[in-house]
């Protein structure tokens, strides 16, 4: 009875300790806390291992999944595509095998009685030796001396072909001479982007990963950021390559001009569209300006971009083909492009720096030099704002002696010391602002002023307390 007792108390000691003991970790808990980012290069890490040991149907679910979290990775698609082509090779392969197996000699046409062979033809199968697939070996260049480069840029100037640029590019990457090497390798690619798959190499992952090294080591030189923007464009990551680009234009201003070329080129192209959305405006206010026989229109922009895109459009009532220029003027915009938008109205793209908020907010401020031999009159409505928003302002701003009849009537005006400020609320009207003829606009303004300063104070304060 004892010996009963003491296995029970035994058992039951077993019990609480391992009802109580500590949970096991858990690999999904930890999962769940990694970024989208981290998340998405570790599974293409392992879908590239799988690819490389023929596990090819493996490596297509990887990349499923990652396009299930992000449907924009062109990476992703690209391996899917070359996955599936390995299977189907791979499957060719096989049949032929198993047809020889089955059938390893010539099959005669089986003779009916009842047809004339003459007028039914002939015909044979005829089998071939299957020949084993062989992986086509990577070429590795040896080190190229002064003359082979030499003769390869030569040839490459005069043909002006990819493939000449290409091999260019390898000839420095053999001497471990990275710069020079990408310099000819974005040239190729601009020449022919098929030239990628000749990359045996591996020269743009190569780069690609010590560029990331010394951007997470955080000492980064202008430079670095741009080789890094223009490789991610390559490789389709256009989010982090617009704002590698970004930073490379605002640290030195030796990367700016080739990086503000890069960007204008996408704006230009239908990829815009996987980037960019109209932002929500929490303000708008616009001012016309005639001073020193030049024609400005100042705009100052409140914002926040949707899901915290950094090239963002802004719609103004312009003529696009009136505007001489456009220049940013705001920190928070590292520059701004005019572009033709709907019904030839202009169409401002901005680029903006980099904040780490969700939600950021952003204060743009453009001046737009018009020609007035382009347009013979100027229109300052929006109607990009919402209805409900109330900073939609519009203002002229100039001489007293160029405001006459032609100029409507606003809600705002104040004369001093032959200076006229008109405010237009443009909310109160629909977005409709006010229509004048520029050839009205001949004297410039009396005094300097602080445009900006009345743009941000005008319409909801009192205009006498701007001067």
Do not use: C
């Given at each position: 009875?004892?010996r009963?007792?003491?296995l029970v108390v035994?058992?039951?000691?077993?019990v609480?300790?391992v009802?109580f003991?500590?949970?096991p970790?858990?690999d999904?808990?930890?999962?769940k806390?990694l970024s989208?980012e981290?998340?998405i290069?570790r599974l293409?890490a392992?879908a590239?291992?799988?690819y490389?040991?023929?596990?090819?149907?493996?490596?297509?679910?990887?990349?499923d999944?990652?396009?299930a979290?992000?449907?924009?990775?062109?990476k992703?698609k690209?391996?899917?595509v070359?996955a599936?082509?390995?299977?189907?090779?791979?499957?060719?392969e096989?049949?032929?095998q198993?047809?020889?197996?089955?059938y390893?000699q010539?099959?005669p046409k089986?003779k009916?009685?009842?047809?004339?062979d003459?007028?039914?033809?002939?015909f044979?199968?005829?089998?071939s030796?299957p020949?084993?697939?062989?992986?086509p070996v990577?070429?590795?260049?040896p080190q190229?001396?002064?003359?082979?480069i030499?003769?390869?840029k030569k040839k490459?100037?005069s043909s002006d072909v990819a493939?000449d640029y290409f091999?260019?590019?390898?000839q420095?990457w053999?001497r471990?001479?990275?710069?020079q090497a990408?310099k000819?390798?974005?040239k190729?690619i601009?020449?022919?982007?098929e030239i990628?798959s000749?990359?045996?190499e591996?020269?743009?992952?190569s780069?690609?990963a010590?560029?990331?090294k010394r951007i997470e080591s955080g000492?980064?030189?202008?430079?670095e950021?741009?080789?890094?923007?223009?490789?991610?464009?390559?490789?389709g990551e256009?989010?982090?390559?617009?704002?590698?680009?970004?930073?490379?234009?605002?640290l030195?201003?030796k990367t700016?001009?080739e990086?503000?070329?890069?960007?204008?080129?996408l704006?230009?192209?239908?990829?815009?569209?996987l980037?960019?959305?109209?932002?929500?405006?929490?303000g708008?206010?616009q001012?016309?300006v005639f001073d020193?026989?030049?024609?400005?229109?100042y705009?100052?922009?409140?914002l926040?971009p949707?899901?915290?895109g950094?090239?963002v459009p802004i719609?103004?009532?312009?003529?696009?083909?009136?505007?001489k220029n456009v220049?940013s003027l705001?920190k928070?915009?590292a520059?701004?492009?005019?572009k033709?938008?709907v019904?030839?109205?202009?169409r401002v793209w901005?680029?903006?720096a980099?904040?780490?908020?969700?939600f950021?907010?952003?204060?743009?401020k453009?001046?737009?030099q018009i020609d007035?031999?382009?347009?013979?009159y100027?229109?300052?409505?929006n109607?990009s704002?919402?209805?409900d928003?109330?900073?939609?302002?519009?203002f002229?701003?100039?001489?007293?002696f160029?405001?006459?009849?032609?100029v409507?009537?606003a809600?705002y005006?104040?004369?001093?010391?032959?200076?006229?400020i008109?405010g237009?609320?443009?909310?109160?009207s629909?977005?409709?602002?006010p229509?004048f003829?520029l050839s009205d606009?001949k004297e410039?303004?009396?005094?300097?002023?602080d445009?900006?300063?009345?743009?941000?104070?005008?319409?909801?304060?009192v205009i006498?307390?701007?001067f």
């Amino acid at each position: 009875m004892k010996r009963a007792l003491s296995l029970v108390v035994f058992m039951a000691a077993v019990v609480l300790l391992v009802g109580f003991g500590p949970r096991p970790y858990s690999d999904l808990a930890e999962y769940k806390r990694l970024s989208l980012e981290t998340r998405i290069s570790r599974l293409h890490a392992a879908a590239e291992d799988l690819y490389r040991r023929r596990r090819y149907e493996d490596a297509v679910q990887l990349y499923d999944t990652i396009l299930a979290l992000d449907q924009s990775d062109l990476k992703s698609k690209l391996w899917i595509v070359k996955a599936r082509s390995e299977i189907r090779r791979e499957r060719e392969e096989f049949d032929k095998q198993e047809r020889y197996r089955r059938y390893g000699q010539l099959i005669p046409k089986l003779k009916d009685d009842l047809l004339d062979d003459a007028t039914l033809g002939y015909f044979e199968v005829r089998y071939s030796e299957p020949k084993p697939y062989v992986r086509p070996v990577r070429k590795i260049r040896p080190q190229a001396s002064d003359a082979e480069i030499a003769e390869a840029k030569k040839k490459a100037e005069s043909s002006d072909v990819a493939a000449d640029y290409f091999e260019l590019a390898m000839q420095h990457w053999s001497r471990k001479d990275p710069e020079q090497a990408l310099k000819a390798y974005f040239k190729a690619i601009a020449l022919d982007h098929e030239i990628l798959s000749l990359d045996d190499e591996q020269l743009l992952l190569s780069v690609s990963a010590e560029v990331e090294k010394r951007i997470e080591s955080g000492k980064v030189a202008a430079s670095e950021y741009l080789d890094s923007g223009k490789l991610l464009m390559v490789q389709g990551e256009l989010r982090r390559a617009v704002n590698h680009l970004v930073k490379a234009a605002e640290l030195d201003k030796k990367t700016r001009q080739e990086a503000s070329d890069i960007l204008l080129t996408l704006i230009e192209s239908p990829q815009i569209d996987l980037l960019s959305a109209p932002p929500d405006l929490l303000g708008f206010r616009q001012a016309y300006v005639f001073d020193k026989d030049s024609d400005t229109v100042y705009v100052r922009v409140t914002l926040i971009p949707k899901n915290r895109g950094q090239i963002v459009p802004i719609d103004i009532t312009i003529a696009a083909d009136a505007v001489k220029n456009v220049e940013s003027l705001s920190k928070d915009a590292a520059m701004a492009f005019a572009k033709t938008g709907v019904d030839n109205a202009l169409r401002v793209w901005a680029v903006l720096a980099d904040k780490e908020d969700d939600f950021a907010e952003y204060e743009l401020k453009l001046a737009i030099q018009i020609d007035r031999g382009m347009i013979s009159y100027l229109d300052l409505s929006n109607y990009s704002l919402s209805a409900d928003m109330p900073d939609n302002w519009s203002f002229v701003i100039g001489s007293e002696f160029n405001f006459s009849d032609n100029v409507p009537k606003a809600e705002y005006e104040k004369k001093l010391d032959g200076l006229q400020i008109s405010g237009y609320h443009l909310t109160a009207s629909q977005g409709k602002g006010p229509s004048f003829l520029l050839s009205d606009f001949k004297e410039p303004l009396p005094r300097k002023l602080d445009i900006w300063k009345i743009i941000e104070t005008g319409g909801e304060a009192v205009i006498s307390n701007l001067f």
